[in-house]
């Protein structure tokens, strides 16, 4: 079974620029976490997708991110401009069952953006 | 604030010691908490994973302990080899309307030199 896969695995762009990053989550789970470690600090949430349906965004910085899940299968999150401080790696996880509290969470390998 | 803190940064072992890793946490409220393995280059990869009611979950040579009253936690890494070198995340989870809400540490660089 495919894990969790991103693309790409490196972008690099000029500021004001736009970029978007895809999420192919494990077949079958509902939900898909975006996420972000910009560098030297923690791994942050960023936003919580059931399905199609967004459950919680309350992590996006601001109104240049915009996330989507067409038809609950692939996520894209997409930066417009792109400023300096989005540099950083960007990680998609996936979890099989909405509403467990406990479901793994399998995590893609990341796409590393950098802004210049 | 929603916080979890670990120790040390960085550490480097000789292959084949036993090391410790400590996670401390202000999550609540709080609903689990994991260990995550992370290569260079790859996605956070799931340890363990344990609940208040748990004390200690082993995996393996990885051994996690909690204290939910001291809101500490450890994973202890036995007969270390050079695959253990990659940074190691605590993770807590708390219950937010139904689904599960994540606070991750800043992670342990662990270095095994033969």
């Known amino acids: 079974e495919a894990g969790v896969t991103q693309f790409p695995s490196h972008s690099v762009i000029e500021k004001g620029q736009t970029v978007t990053l895809r999420c192919d989550p494990i077949s079958g789970h509902d939900n898909l976490y975006w996420y972000r470690r910009v560098m030297g600090k923690e791994i942050k949430f960023l936003l919580h997708?059931?399905?199609?349906?967004?459950?919680?965004e309350s992590g996006m910085p601001n109104n240049r991110f915009l996330a989507e899940r067409t038809g609950g299968t692939y996520s894209t999150l997409k930066v417009q401009p792109a400023e300096l401080e989005d540099s950083g790696v960007y990680f998609c996880?996936?979890?099989?069952?909405?509403?467990?509290?406990?479901?793994?969470?399998?995590f893609g390998p990341g796409t590393r953006l950098t802004v210049t | 604030k929603n916080q979890v803190e670990q120790s040390p940064q960085s550490l480097i072992i000789l292959e084949g010691k036993n090391c410790t890793l400590q996670c401390n946490y202000t999550v609540s409220p709080f609903s689990n908490l994991r260990w995550y393995k992370q290569d260079t280059g790859r996605g956070p990869v799931s340890l363990t994973i344990?609940?208040?009611?748990?004390n200690t979950k082993s995996n393996g040579r990885y051994t996690a302990t909690l204290d939910a009253d001291t809101k500490q936690s450890s994973l202890h890494i036995t007969a270390s080899q050079l695959s253990d070198s990659a940074s190691y995340i605590c993770v807590v989870s708390q219950n937010s309307g139904g689904y599960q809400k994540v606070t991750f540490g800043t992670g342990t660089k662990l270095q095994v030199i033969p």
């Open positions: 996880a996936s979890s099989q069952e909405a509403g467990r509290l406990w479901s793994e969470q399998y």
């Open positions: 997708f059931v399905k199609e349906s967004k459950q919680d």
């Open positions: 344990m609940t208040f009611s748990e």
